[in-house]
């Protein structure tokens, strides 16, 4: 660098001592005042070179410098006019001299820099920038100097293959609308410069294929005859023609720099010099046209379009931009599709025609309608986080490129290659249109009046195109597409849709079928996939195969029956219900009630209720041959619901317990030890607040109770009922017919001694004493000390009545373990002999009277009344007082 600076002092000495400065010093004052400024600026220029300044800002500093140099060089007069100042020859040739020196210095610093750091080439991209803002330059100065900084660039890089040169792209613009220049001098320089730009690109390319073998050697060559001859062939090619101009940088460019070229050509259009907005245009389509596919910037172009359309829907240079989104819709139908379904809903007028512009291409037409399908298969309130940042002209954050794709469907399928495409992908936008009409009425409630009409419009046009008008119309009829205009039930819209199909008898039934059970067998996404297909799946099946079921479609139903979410769980019974005389035809229907009974035990009670209705409907329908063999399993099943927390659980569990018992009255043998084994509830619930509950155990216990062949069904009648008759009744005749049921019955009753509710205490309290009584001889003393420390516990409770009759039943306990020999020989003995002769039990509480005092029972009934009936029974039996061995009742 130094020896470039004493190079340029040494010139202009010499030139001083030449020149006669008497003679021409007033006439070349300007030239001498520009010369000096070069020889400043390139001097401070080439300093920062050499500083350790921030690259960017070092660059940024330069450029300024070099920007004033240029207004200051390239506002001087042309070369005649500074001429025609000279006397003489020699005069002339003085002036000549240091007019050309002046560019020459203004050269000698760019290839400096672009020798130093090839990045500074797009100090020329701003050159050609700074000349078209100013029509008076020397314009063909200025490319000529650009000229020669290329040849130098291109005679380097064909020595450092590996340099990179970004703004390569934006240079090949703006030198390629030079190209077409109203002055030759200028385009032929233009021509010349771009030749020398695409000679670059190639050597860039280079890192990227595989070069060439005069390239591989590695060396810089001097001969300009080399040099040109390397460009023989790009300047035929490109010679003024922009045909080929396009397809040469298409061809030479990577494909980041050909998206620079691009975009600095689609920025151009909107130019205030018409020549020049007009062959920018010619070269974007053009370009476009052989080489959209290598554009790397779409989403930014597209997005830059809808921006100028928005903005001047009416400048005529809007057509070239509606052909830049057909050519790269040809070339990306899916990323420009996506990017279209961005914008804000409901479309505006420009959306609306870059829209009629992507629909141009019939060959991309099943790439396009299947990237909407995709679309429309999403829920409208999810987003990505990587979309929310990109959705900038989105109303909210929510998601709604679902609803756009419904109505870019209108646009799309109104073009005739279009509906031939759609026709292919019937099924699966119908379904994904109905999951939107889910979303719409579910998850959009606030603007779902306005969404929904979207759907609408775009399950009437995927009807008429899929030659389905007779559907259309018989929705119509059934005020069907009105009811968009309002919030419609999703549920009754799909079931609508799917029964109008059926009722016309579509031809697409085969491949729908197929696609929905394909969909169900794969699994939806979301559980709301799940309910649609569902409602639409049970629809078709119940309106097509009125007889028999493919045992295929049983697997899927039962599936849909176990999963986790309650909402898919509750509709497939549902609609299992509706289809119950189909179901009930299948030979393994077996495999579809055992996943119904499991429902039971759902934690949602929607869905146990349900599984009630839905078990129900099925049983009413089915062959009693099989009823029978599964019957045991089901009346099993009601078990946990008889004492269900949720009162319309248990009510209902309790009927519908009733209704089985009389449909398997045939059967009942099968059924006794269950019957007998769900006696405990069924008593406690009697006492029930509820009188439906109460009518429901009584309704169920006077089946029972026919079933046993036990004659004690008067007892429940409302004019001679009396809980403890009842017990009593109930426990004599367990007594005399299934005593080896005693034990479990004990056990199910104590549970009931934990409960919250007052009645339950005092039944449970009630029910225990009556069935230990009975069972005393089956009871083992462990069981029997478990029981009665229970029973105290429950002795310890703040209602008098239940004391009362916990203190009661621990005495009978008492009396039971005092009775129970330490022998085991002796209790064997016992046992036997109380199974040859049983003594009917009387009644022990005598309720009525404990009712009619409890009134007169003080506040103040404590522990002291309990201790002192314990002390005067220790002193007839001191043994009790003694007993060390415990076991308890959560061990036991």
């Not at 001429?83 to 002339?92: C, L, T, V, W």
């Not at 690109?201 to 810089?220: D, F, L, W």
């Not at 999963?563 to 229907?589: G, R």
């Not at 009601?638 to 317990?657: E, K, T, W």
Request: aromatic share 10%; proline share 3%.
């Amino acid at each position: 660098m130094a020896q470039d600076t004493s190079n340029t002092m040494t010139r202009l000495q010499t030139l001083q001592t030449t020149m006669k400065w008497y003679h021409v010093e007033f006439k070349a004052e300007i030239l001498l005042d520009t010369y000096s400024t070069m020889l400043c600026d390139q001097s401070i220029i080439l300093a920062m070179n050499s500083s350790f300044v921030d690259p960017l800002l070092q660059f940024e500093s330069q450029l300024r410098i070099i920007e004033l140099s240029f207004k200051k060089a390239f506002s001087l007069p042309t070369l005649n006019t500074v001429k025609s100042m000279g006397k003489n020859p020699e005069d002339i040739r003085d002036l000549q001299s240091l007019y050309e020196n002046i560019f020459n210095i203004y050269e000698d610093t760019l290839i400096i820099l672009v020798s130093k750091d090839f990045y500074k080439i797009q100090i020329l991209k701003e050159m050609v920038t700074w000349m078209s803002k100013n029509q008076q330059c020397l314009q063909e100065r200025v490319m000529m100097v650009i000229t020669r900084v290329l040849i130098f660039a291109s005679r380097r890089v064909r020595k450092y293959p590996s340099i990179d040169a970004p703004c390569l792209g934006l240079l090949a613009a703006e030198l390629s609308l030079l190209c077409a220049h109203e002055d030759p001098l200028i385009t032929q320089q233009a021509i010349t410069g771009m030749n020398y730009v695409l000679n670059i690109a190639m050597y860039q390319k280079s890192n990227h294929v595989k070069r060439k073998s005069s390239m591989e050697n590695g060396r810089e060559t001097n001969n300009p005859k080399e040099i040109t001859s390397d460009f023989e062939l790009l300047c035929k090619t490109t010679q003024g023609d922009r045909n080929k101009i396009a397809q040469s940088v298409g061809q030479t460019l990577l494909p980041h720099l050909l998206s620079d070229f691009v975009w600095t050509l689609l920025k151009k259009i909107f130019s205030s010099n018409k020549e020049s907005a007009l062959e920018a245009a010619f070269l974007l389509n053009l370009t476009l046209e052989y080489h959209a596919q290598k554009i790397t910037t779409v989403s930014k172009i597209v997005d830059d379009i809808y921006e100028q359309l928005s903005g001047n829907f009416s400048h005529p240079m809007n057509i070239v931009l509606l052909r830049v989104i057909s050519l790269l819709t040809r070339a990306f139908p899916k990323k420009v599709i996506f990017q279209l379904m961005e914008f804000p809903v409901p479309a505006d007028n420009a959306l609306l025609l870059m829209w009629q512009a992507a629909s141009a291409y019939s060959s991309v037409a099943p790439q396009v309608l299947k990237t909407i399908l995709t679309i429309l298969k999403g829920k409208p309130v999810e987003m990505e986080e990587t979309l929310i940042e990109r959705r900038r002209f989105s109303l909210d954050a929510t998601n709604m490129m679902p609803v756009a794709a419904s109505q870019a469907l209108c646009t799309f399928l109104s073009v005739k290659s279009y509906k031939k495409v759609v026709a292919k992908l019937f099924p699966e936008f119908l379904m994904a249109l109905m999951l939107q009409l889910f979303y719409c009425s579910q998850l959009l409630k606030d603007t779902a009046q306005n969404r929904s009409i979207y759907v609408r419009d775009g399950l009437k046009v995927l009807l008429n195109s899929s030659g389905l008008k007779e559907v259309d119309d018989a929705l119509e009829q059934k005020n069907f597409w009105d009811q968009f205009s309002q919030v419609m039930d999703h549920q009754y819209g799909i079931h609508l849709i799917a029964k109008t199909l059926s009722e016309c008898n579509f031809p697409q039934f085969p491949e729908t079928l197929h696609y929905v059970y394909k969909v169900a067998v794969e699994g939806p996404r979301r559980s709301e996939d799940s309910i649609v297909t569902i409602i639409f799946f049970a629809e078709l099946l119940n309106n097509f195969f009125k007889e028999s079921l493919p045992k295929e479609f049983l697997v899927l139903f039962r599936n849909w029956i176990n999963d986790p979410n309650p909402s898919v769980s509750k509709m497939s019974l549902q609609k299992i219900a509706s289809m119950a005389p189909v179901f009930s035809e299948l030979e393994n229907v077996c495999n579809l009630l055992l996943p119904v009974l499991d429902a039971f035990l759902s934690k949602e009670c929607t869905v146990v209720i349900r599984a009630m209705l839905t078990l129900r409907n099925i049983l009413s329908k089915l062959d009693k041959a099989i009823y029978s063999s599964v019957c045991t399993r089901i009346a099993s099943s009601y078990g946990p619901l008889l004492d269900h927390v949720n009162s319309d659980i248990q009510c209902m569990a309790i009927r519908h317990f009733g209704q089985l018992l009389l449909d398997m009255m045939q059967y009942k043998r099968m059924l006794n030890h269950v019957i007998v084994g769900s006696l405990v509830p069924l008593i406690l619930f009697l006492e029930s607040n509820e009188t439906r509950i109460v009518n429901a155990c009584r309704y169920t216990l006077t089946i029972c109770f026919s079933q046993l062949k036990w004659s004690i069904s008067h007892l429940l009648k409302e004019e001679n009922y009396c809980f403890e008759s009842v017990v009593l009744s109930i426990c004599n005749n367990i007594l005399s017919s299934y005593e080896s049921y005693i034990t479990d019955l004990i056990s199910g009753t104590l549970g009931f001694l934990w409960s919250s509710r007052t009645f339950l205490k005092k039944g449970a309290t009630i029910l225990v004493g009556y069935l230990g009584k009975s069972g005393a001889h089956l009871l083992l003393r462990e069981e029997v000390d478990v029981m009665i420390e229970v029973v105290e516990r429950v002795a310890r409770d703040e209602d008098p009545v239940i004391k009362l009759l916990a203190e009661k039943t621990r005495k009978i306990f008492k009396e039971i373990a005092y009775r129970i020999a330490s022998s085991t020989i002796k209790q064997t003995f016992r046992r036997w002999g109380m199974m040859f002769h049983t003594k009917k039990l009387k009644l022990i509480y005598d309720l009525a009277n404990i009712k009619s005092l409890e009134e007169s029972i003080p506040e103040d009934f404590t522990e002291i009344k309990v201790k002192d009936n314990l002390e005067n029974l220790a002193e007839e039996k001191p043994e009790y007082l003694f007993q060390e061995k415990r076991v308890s009742f959560a061990s036991q």
